[in-house]
């Protein structure tokens, strides 16, 4: 596939103004695919054509497929369940990604309520230092 039929399979989804390009069906041999000459062609088409790519994996810990994504790109984000996702498979994640030179940028912390007690000195933190720009700098000595 050229890079302009590559390209051309792209969408413009009006109500987000985001361009997407769906996965399509689902492949017998998806490492196969992902780990390919023609993934890696893909990515650096897309690449040559918009600011961000953004690639949805499925969890690292249980499949191999954002693993094989993770040495395509140039960095990733983990995206952790609050409250859900248990410290040791961010962990391994974390230690998954390193071992293959993944740079990690991030983690997106995602279904928080900030309400609950857990998040009470991240809302305390915040609301102090955001109203004190001074005191973020001391808090860093």
């Not at 039929?5 to 069906?25: D, K, Q, Y």
């Amino acid at each position: 596939m050229t890079r302009e039929e590559m390209l051309a399979t792209v969408r413009f989804h009006e109500p987000s103004g985001l361009h997407l390009l769906s996965a399509g069906p689902i492949s017998p041999n998806p490492a196969e695919l992902l780990g390919s000459e023609q993934m890696r062609n893909l990515i650096g088409a897309l690449s040559s054509k918009f600011t961000h790519v953004v690639i949805d994996s499925p969890p690292i810990v249980s499949f191999t497929d954002g693993v094989l994504i993770s040495t395509m790109v140039e960095g990733v984000l983990l995206v952790v369940r609050g409250g859900k996702t248990p410290r040791s498979v961010v962990r391994r994640s974390r230690q998954v990604l390193s071992e293959v030179g993944a740079k990690v940028l991030g983690v997106v912390l995602n279904n928080v309520t900030l309400q609950k007690d857990d998040y009470y000195y991240y809302r305390y933190y915040h609301s102090y230092y955001e109203t004190k720009p001074d005191a973020g700098v001391a808090a860093k000595a």
